[in-house]
């Protein structure tokens, strides 16, 4: 093409962000959706209004919705889309070449990651989160299958199978030579909204004790190196506690409440993707 017409081009990479923020209804959402950083959808949404000459999305209460001209914006987008979409039907593409969205609270992706060939993960994109944001993704539609810690049942949902389901035990852990002085608060490595964080402080409190708050961070990994380092306890599902961290077994620690381990699905994904969830099932469900 001569270089001239060159700037008229849009790429579908921007048309599909503009559906996708309409559909998500914000941008954040848009992001976890497509795979893509909030910086770099801003971008492109900022390169489509200067080549349509004003703003396309405004604040609502709810996120983000169209302006009269994005209305119009949206309704070509999606006519983009769909041609470029038959395009590729021409060589045989169908919906089941799409990835498959899997969502994975963090404290099982590392084991997803280490028991899973790349041949396995070719066609997924992992979404990896606390078990709370795992669990609105999928009801929300942002992920095809999800594997979480509830601390109660699922209510039902027609749009989510659940595949399974079994209680996951828990365990106080700490870092070899952590000691606690008599009385003192017992140091806590959380971050409120999650499931262990939940667990922990039901505990201590179910037994009236004390404790501080020593590490807190939204940070899986940065709270098993503040275990590791020895700044205070964090609970983990029993048979993923990561070396060289150990169960902590001090008699002066509650039992804490075991929660639910859920491999669920959007519906209509347990036939098309039998052979992943099998897998899934074995390596996080099986007894």
Not at 25 to 32: R, Y
Not at 235 to 254: D, H, S, T
Request: net charge positive; proline share 6%.
């Amino acid at each position: 093409m001569h270089r001239r017409y060159q700037h008229l081009s849009i790429p579908t990479e921007i048309m599909r962000s503009v559906v996708g923020i309409s559909e998500a209804g914000s941008i954040t959402k848009a992001a976890k959706l497509l795979g893509l950083s909030q910086p770099a959808i801003s971008s492109q949404i900022k390169r489509i209004e200067h080549a349509v000459g004003g703003s396309i999305f405004e604040k609502s209460a709810n996120g983000s919705s169209t302006t009269e001209l994005g209305k119009l914006v949206l309704t070509q987008a999606r006519k983009i889309l769909e041609a470029n979409d038959q395009l590729l039907l021409l060589r045989g593409t169908s919906p089941e070449d799409n990835s498959i969205r899997l969502g994975l609270s963090n404290v099982y992706a590392q084991k997803m990651l280490e028991t899973m060939s790349k041949a396995d993960m070719a066609n997924i994109c992992i979404y990896a989160d606390n078990s709370a944001e795992i669990s609105k993704c999928l009801r929300d539609g942002f992920i095809d299958i999800g594997l979480f810690l509830s601390l109660t049942d699922l209510p039902p949902d027609s749009s989510i199978d659940v595949i399974g389901q079994r209680e996951d035990e828990v365990t106080w852990v700490r870092a070899k030579d952590f000691t606690l002085s008599p009385g003192a608060p017992v140091p806590l490595l959380t971050w409120p909204g999650q499931i262990t964080h939940d667990l922990m402080i039901q505990a201590l409190e179910r037994k009236g004790m004390v404790y501080r708050i020593a590490f807190s961070s939204p940070d899986y990994h940065a709270r098993i190196e503040a275990a590791k380092a020895g700044v205070g306890l964090t609970i983990l599902p029993k048979r993923l506690v990561p070396a060289p961290l150990i169960a902590a077994n001090e008699y002066y620690l509650p039992a804490p409440g075991s929660p639910k381990i859920f491999l669920c699905a959007r519906a209509g994904f347990r036939e098309k993707n039998r052979k992943l969830l099998d897998d899934l099932l074995a390596k996080f469900l099986a007894i």
